[in-house]
């Protein structure tokens, strides 16, 4: 194995694995005041029989890989639930050619991994255990869990020589785009609810059309090809402006372009502009692209000659292609919510009003009064497919938040700390408002405030 790859990855786990909890601003970890009022008075552990991680650490870092692996390997014996052990041990082994003991170590350290700092690596590298074992189905398998589990390191992903027997297969450009696409800043991913190949049906649940929406350049742009039922066509470009922090789409076709701007709010992609035809003739247009529960798309246009007196233009309903007709439909039945069961936990969890979150949130929480913050952090959300995904950030490390719902009257969400302690958030949204608390261990409680951040 080549020198380069050893130091370089080396540099990437020992990154990953030496943070700890989230830091506060002035290095106070975030939780260090209810962690601290936790451990007093509790009595000191017995000390472990055998290497201890520092121990062992030590040699990782030091690339001695080999007597690392042996102290890894007691200390998980020792310790069976210990992620970072297992995640080191994997590397140590990895590295010196054990591939199918690594692989074991791999799987565990994925597994039992607490956060998507820890577990998007390890699923990583599973794939590149798998890739040098020459069994191309499994590494993809596995490098696709990885973007899922939170990988994002565009720059390894290019450079490991570990995957060089899957660069010529098709499927490995697919999986370069969606490691750049995840690593993209929230703000660019706004609009991939869109992204796919689609049937589109009018109100009367008449197909009128079929539409291809790919991202291009890393995920920097979607380029849209539509095709009408009656064999016209039309090709769009979107992209984010980083500048003026807005969307932009232009759409062409054979009566002329279309040029607007937009930002998605409210839970929707909102654009406005000119549509300039080509007899020399301009009208304005309104587009709402609202993602719905269930992962289907309804797009709504209207249009004007004065800006005063708006009518329909076009209303359709995108259906992943091949699926069954949708029927005719009303736009009050693509917003109807099924009755929860009873004691469901999954009751509301895709609730079209969590669509209304995605964006940037600035948070403030504290154990007493909120206007005394102790605790300052940004919440993003975003649509991934039909659910809303997000993640807590917190002097830039990421914690994923999980099990994101909403009853219709209650927010519920929970985070992961990197030490492994699980925090829950309830509360509600008013608005561009999010107030709740969020409980922990040892009965921590820290009441918050989010306000949604305009881009």
Known sequence: MPRRRME???????????????????????????????????????????????EADRLFQQQKYAEAAAMYEQIVEREPENPTAWFNLGYSLHITGQLERALVAHEKAAEIAPTAQLRGPAV???????????????????????????????????????LDSLRDDPRFEEIQTRVQQRALPIAFRQ???????????????????????????????????WVSGNGGSGQ????????GRVWKQVWIDSQGVLETSGTFEDG???????????????????MVFTPLPDGRVRQYIEESDDGETW?????????PAGSEAPGAWTPESLTEQ?????????????????AGLVGLW??????????????????????????????????????????????????????????GDVYRFRGEVTGDTMRGVWTGPNGLELNSRASRRVL
């Open 338 to 354: 099924p009755e929860a069961e009873e004691g469901g936990a999954d009751a509301g969890r895709h609730a079209g009003v969590l």
């Open 191 to 225: 609009f991939n609810f869109w992204v796919g190949k689609w049937d589109v049906y009018n109100q009367a649940g008449q197909r009128v059309g079929g539409n291809r929406i790919t991202l291009e350049e890393g995920g920097l742009f979607l380029q849209e090809r």
């Open 124 to 162: 990583y590298n599973i794939g590149c255990a798998n890739a040098l074992l020459g069994r191309k189905d499994a590494a993809f398998a596995a490098l696709v869990r990885a973007v899922d589990a939170g990988f994002t390191n565009t720059q390894l992903i290019q450079q490991d020589s570990d």
């Open 268 to 286: 929707a992609m909102r654009f406005r502009g000119e549509r300039k035809l080509r007899s020399g003739r301009t009208k304005q247009q309104k």
């Open 362 to 419: 600035d948070l403030s929480a504290s154990a007493g009064n909120i206007d005394e913050a102790a605790i300052e952090a940004l919440i993003a959300f975003e649509m991934d497919g039909g659910d809303v995904t997000g993640f807590l950030e917190l002097d830039n490390e990421r914690v994923p938040l999980e099990d994101i719902a909403h009853d219709g009257e209650t927010l519920t969400m929970r985070l992961t700390a990197p030490t």
């Open 8 to 54: 370089s990855l080396s540099r990437v786990t020992l990154a990953l694995l030496v943070a700890p909890m989230l830091p506060l601003p002035g290095g106070r970890p975030m939780v260090s005041t209810a962690l601290a009022a936790a451990g007093a008075g509790q009595p000191e552990s017995a000390q472990p029989q055998g290497p201890t991680q520092a």
């Open 311 to 319: 009518t329909v233009y076009f209303d359709g309903l995108y259906v």
């Open 236 to 243: 769009s470009i979107n992209y984010f402006e980083p500048v």
